[in-house]
C-alpha cells in the first residue's frame, strides 16, 4: 500500500468515527435510578420466588410462590402444575416492583447488608403474620414445620438483601459527589 493509499484509509476511518449516524459511535443513554430499582426489582422477585418453587419441588418447603399468589384464591388443577408455579413466579416479579419502590423510597440511603437483611425478615413477617389470613392456601405459622420457616425466612432474607443492597448501592453510585 502506498503512502497516499495509507493516508486515504486514515482519513476515511477518522470520518467514520466522527460519524454520530453510526450505531457504533452512538452512546447508551443511563437508565435513572428508579428505572434501575424497578428492574432490580422484577429480576429478584423472579429469582427468588423461581429458588423458593425449586425448594418446594425439593421438600425443603411446604410452600411456594404459586401457594401465595394462585392456590390461594384459585382451587383449579393447573394451579398446582407447572403453570400456576410460571404465573406465580411472574405474579410476585410484578408485586416486587413495588416492593423495589418502597425500599427505594424508604431506605436508599442506608449503606451496607445489615438494612437490607432486616428489611427481608420484616417483609417475611408481613407475609406470614400480617397477610396469613389472605393466603388460605399457606398453613398458620404455628402448623409450618421447621424447614420451611427456616427456607423460607432465608429466601426472603436473600430477596431482601438482593434487592436492597443493589437499590442502595446503585442510589449511592450515582449520587456521590464528583
Same mark, same amino acid.
Given at each position: 500500500?502506498? +503512502?497516499? +493509499?495509507? @493516508?486515504?484509509?486514515?482519513?476515511?476511518?477518522?470520518?467514520?468515527?466522527?460519524?454520530?449516524?453510526?450505531?457504533?459511535?452512538?452512546?447508551?443513554?443511563?437508565?435513572? &435510578?428508579?428505572? @434501575?430499582?424497578?428492574?432490580?426489582?422484577? /429480576?429478584?422477585? /423472579?429469582?427468588? $420466588?423461581? &429458588?423458593? =418453587?425449586?425448594?418446594?419441588?425439593?421438600?425443603?418447603?411446604?410452600?411456594?410462590?404459586?401457594?401465595?399468589?394462585?392456590?390461594?384464591?384459585?382451587?383449579?388443577?393447573?394451579?398446582?402444575?407447572?403453570?400456576?408455579?410460571?404465573?406465580?413466579?411472574?405474579? &410476585?416479579?410484578?408485586? $416486587?416492583?413495588?416492593?423495589?419502590?418502597?425500599?427505594?423510597?424508604?431506605? @436508599?440511603?442506608? @449503606?451496607?447488608?445489615?438494612?437490607?437483611?432486616?428489611?427481608?425478615?420484616?417483609?417475611?413477617?408481613? /407475609?406470614?403474620?400480617?397477610?396469613?389470613?389472605?393466603?388460605?392456601?399457606?398453613?398458620?405459622?404455628?402448623?409450618?414445620?421447621?424447614? =420451611?420457616? /427456616?427456607?423460607?425466612?432465608?429466601?426472603?432474607?436473600?430477596?431482601?438483601?438482593?434487592?436492597?443492597?443493589?437499590?442502595?448501592?446503585?442510589?449511592?453510585?450515582?449520587?456521590?459527589? $464528583?
Amino acid at each position: 500500500m502506498s +503512502e497516499q +493509499e495509507h @493516508k486515504e484509509q486514515e482519513q476515511q476511518n477518522q470520518e467514520e468515527k466522527q460519524n454520530p449516524e453510526l450505531e457504533q459511535n452512538q452512546k447508551e443513554q443511563p437508565m435513572s &435510578v428508579i428505572s @434501575k430499582a424497578l428492574v432490580t426489582g422484577f /429480576v429478584g422477585g /423472579v429469582l427468588w $420466588s423461581f &429458588v423458593g =418453587t425449586i425448594a418446594y419441588f425439593f421438600n425443603f418447603s411446604s410452600v411456594s410462590a404459586g401457594s401465595f399468589v394462585i392456590r390461594s384464591f384459585v382451587q383449579n388443577e393447573w394451579s398446582s402444575k407447572w403453570l400456576g408455579e410460571l404465573i406465580a413466579i411472574l405474579a &410476585v416479579g410484578l408485586v $416486587s416492583l413495588l416492593i423495589a419502590i418502597l425500599y427505594f423510597g424508604l431506605l @436508599k440511603n442506608t @449503606k451496607g447488608l445489615w438494612p437490607s437483611m432486616a428489611f427481608g425478615v420484616g417483609l417475611w413477617f408481613i /407475609v406470614f403474620f400480617l397477610f396469613q389470613p389472605i393466603f388460605s392456601a399457606v398453613p398458620q405459622i404455628g402448623e409450618l414445620d421447621s424447614d =420451611t420457616i /427456616v427456607t423460607s425466612l432465608c429466601l426472603f432474607i436473600l430477596y431482601g438483601t438482593f434487592i436492597g443492597y443493589s437499590i442502595s448501592y446503585d442510589y449511592q453510585q450515582n449520587n456521590q459527589p $464528583s
